[in-house]
């Protein structure tokens, strides 16, 4: 039987709109009682146009933000942090790698005390043991030793993102939540990207849940898709179920809007808009 990482039940949460001279306060439910689970070793998409909810979601998940009804749980564990702060053990089972590598490192930190510092903060590694592990989790994603003592800023995009996975597979995570994690980054660098969180969860048994609107990049690394429509779960499935035959009008509303990458549907785009401009002329 399939191990469940993850999983979450009803999960609810409002916002509170502050009101104003001419208007009063207002709740504004962001999620409308989600259901979701992931076995362990599998990714699961979630998957939606902005505003969607997916990446509110995510932030319940990775116990960001609390939900404000719902049970969420991480292997079997009950998870609220609407009254208390997550546990360092509740906080090494999920990390997040988030979408801008330009921001989501410290430009004052040398790459080798990003990687060391949750060490530091949530185990009792000697300092010796934070620096190996350092290095060796920057061999993991493509990097090498003489990458320790560097600043963010001597990086490129795809190789900020290679650190900031090395962050977020330094305290060996059950979970890991990607937000759009390759939508900044150049096409050719998003494949490389791609195939490197691939290689990480073939190797150490990953599991994933993947925030993405690119559906080419949600077909390339999922197992499961969950589409989101304002704040509801509108259609989930196998990957193949989802793209063969989409049931719900929004799922296949989105299908349509995302162009299709073969050569003949670049030819038959180019055809079209060739056409459109000859009957302009």
Known sequence: MSEIVAEGKNIVRDYIVPGGMFHKARTVRALKGVDFSVERGKTLALVG???????TLARIITMIDAQTDGELTIEGQK???????????????????????????????????????????????????????????????????????????????????????????????????????VSALDLSVQAQILNLLADLQDEFNLTYIFVSHDLSVVRYICDEIMVMYFGEVVERGSRDQVFTDPQHAYTQTLFKATPRADVESIRARLAAKQAKMAAGN
């Open 49 to 55: 146009e902005s505003g969607c909810g997916k990446s």
């Open 79 to 181: 998870v609220d942090i609407s009254g208390t702060r997550p546990t360092p053990e509740q906080r090494r089972k999920v990390q997040i790698v988030f979408q801008n590598p330009y921001g989501s490192l410290n430009p004052r930190q040398k790459v080798g005390d990003v990687l060391m510092e949750p060490l530091l903060l949530n185990t009792d590694y000697s300092a010796t043991d934070r620096r190996d592990r350092a290095h060796d989790l920057l061999k993991k994603v493509g990097l090498g030793p003489e990458h320790f003592d560097r600043y963010p800023h001597m990086f490129s995009g795809g190789q900020r993102q290679r650190i900031a996975i090395a962050r977020a597979l330094i305290l060996n995570p059950s979970l890991l939540v990607l937000d759009e994690p």
